[in-house]
């Protein structure tokens, strides 16, 4: 992103934001509530177009990248008697043509995906009645099943417990690790950040700052974005 502005009902969330995902990298997203980071993801995965510049990637094998999406909160209406694995499959539909039903090698690959984020065993249960660290993971394992070039997740640990919080990025840093996968990921846990992403990318006051982990999580680094003095 080059000078683009980003925001949504032509209101500007973020003026000109100027920023690089490096390719294979794992790249943390900070900023306070309402700096703009869920937009942000939102525009760079294109639900929300930006106000001006545009977005762009370079190509993957010579094809435009492929995009998986986490969200903060999943909104599966629990009217929808939908198991883990229907859900997880939800992923291969970018591959199905219109009014196709999924192959036999879709549904296997989304137990794959069911597996390696580590809910292989809830396949047959309900998504509806899953906890909330497992719901993570099934939506994990749907955008694994995209075959994405890029994987973006808002805020993955919110709302669970230390225990699935730590599993989950756990899961996420051995993906990156084994798969070479480019991540981008917002997280508000700044030690989460120092463990696991290589790249930071900082919102603060409508601009977007950037550098390596070790550069942007400096004492005097924390006290400016932060407006803090450390005694």
């Not at 973020?14 to 794992?26: D, I, Q």
């Not at 230390?162 to 996968?181: G, V």
């Not at 508000?188 to 006051?205: P, Q, Y």
Request: charged letters at 25%.
């Amino acid at each position: 992103m080059d000078d683009v502005a980003v925001g949504y009902s032509r209101r500007v969330v973020l003026p000109r934001v100027t920023l690089h995902v490096p390719r294979g990298s794992f790249t943390g997203l900070l900023g306070s509530n309402g700096s703009g980071k869920s937009t942000l993801l939102k525009t760079i995965i294109g639900v929300t177009p930006p106000l001006s510049g545009k977005v762009q990637f370079a190509p993957c094998a010579g094809r435009d990248p492929v995009l998986g999406y986490v969200p903060q909160r999943e909104a599966l209406d629990s009217i929808f008697l939908l198991s883990s694995l229907e859900v997880a499959l939800m992923g291969c539909s970018g591959r199905v043509a219109a009014g196709r039903f999924f192959a036999r090698e879709d549904k296997s690959f989304a137990r794959q995906c069911l597996e390696l984020a580590g809910a292989g065993d809830l396949s047959g249960r309900r998504f509806s009645e899953l906890s909330g660290g497992q719901k993570q993971r099934v939506l994990i394992a749907r955008a694994l099943a995209a075959k994405p070039d890029l994987l973006i997740l808002d805020e993955p640990t919110a709302g669970i417990d230390a225990a699935a919080s730590q599993a989950i990025m756990e899961l996420l840093s051995r993906i990156h690790r084994e798969q070479k996968l480019t991540i981008l990921m917002v997280n508000h846990d700044l030690a989460v950040m120092k463990r696991c992403v290589e790249e930071v990318i900082w919102l603060r006051n409508g601009e977007a700052s950037q550098g390596r982990v070790e550069a942007m999580l400096t004492r005097d680094k924390l006290e400016e974005m932060l407006n803090l003095h450390f005694s």
